[in-house]
């Protein structure tokens, strides 16, 4: 696997000792014996030949082998698996496409930013991207409250050449997480991943629809609000006729004086 390190700090002692850069992290799918486990995120440390399945290691550090349909490769920019007691996180970034194709000066901007980042947040910060990948990711390692800290802010280093994205993102209190809304770019429609699956139901797979709403429908900007389509009117049969019902109006109240009598 192709590492290349942004930042090696000398003396800085590190809670963990397991070698991370290389594996690629995945979201657990379609799992049937254990279901709670769907959605989670895991680390992909190879392949069993013998046995034909993925060695994916869960956050909690129990061990899996999984068969290739019940991992997905493309996750959400922003994704972050935390292992190790907290001490390691892994970021997803984005496709290694968009990295590659950096030119050599911004590359080169773009490790001296992470090196200073490394430096502020009291962490080692590698950019890891695993061969046959199609994402790449950011490889954060030190003690668990820098690594919380660092997770605040390394989306928007990367911001700075085009791939900016949130990490660690939480839900607090006992509100429900809001379903996340992207736009296709097909149409330049508005849709949640549910939609976008009813929409393109028997032209695609539901694994071809998921990449394609990872990699290619875009986030919409902070503060945009999908605009809600109006209500097409109900059709009913009245007296064996066809007619347009109309939407429900409030009902009006008359005007009365404070003792109740009408105001004429």
Not at 113 to 136: C, H, M, Y
Not at 188 to 195: A, N, R
Request: aromatic fraction near 6%; charge should be negative; charged fraction near 30%.
């Amino acid at each position: 696997a192709q590492v290349r390190l942004a930042q090696c700090r000398v003396g800085l002692v590190l809670p963990c000792s397991i070698p991370m850069a290389g594996y690629a992290v995945v979201k657990l799918r379609g799992l049937q014996s254990a279901t709670h486990l769907n959605d989670q995120l895991g680390l992909c440390k190879g392949f069993d030949e013998a046995k034909g399945r993925w060695l994916i290691e869960l956050q909690d550090g129990e061990e899996k082998a999984l068969k290739n349909d019940n991992i997905l490769t493309t996750l959400e920019p922003g994704s972050t698996l935390r292992l190790e007691r907290g001490c390691v996180a892994h970021v997803t970034v984005g496709r290694t496409a968009v990295l590659t194709q950096l030119e050599d000066e911004q590359r080169e901007s773009l490790d001296s930013d992470l090196s200073e980042f490394s430096e502020k947040f009291n962490v080692r910060a590698e950019i890891n991207t695993p061969d046959g990948w199609p994402q790449f990711s950011m490889l954060l390692r030190g003690q668990p409250d820098d690594v919380d800290r660092s997770l605040e802010e390394v989306g928007v280093v990367f911001g700075h050449y085009g791939m900016q994205f949130f990490a660690g993102k939480k839900v607090s209190g006992r509100s429900k997480p809001s379903i996340e809304q992207k736009r296709d770019p097909e149409d330049d429609k508005v849709e949640t991943l549910e939609s976008l699956k009813t929409k393109y139901k028997g032209q695609y797979s539901s694994l071809e629809i998921e990449q394609y709403w990872q990699s290619d429908c875009k986030p919409l900007a902070p503060g945009e609000v999908a605009e809600e389509e109006p209500e097409e009117p109900e059709l009913v049969e009245v007296e064996g006729m066809t007619v347009t019902s109309m939407g429900k109006r409030e009902r009006r109240r008359p005007k009365v004086d404070r003792y109740g009598r009408p105001i004429t």
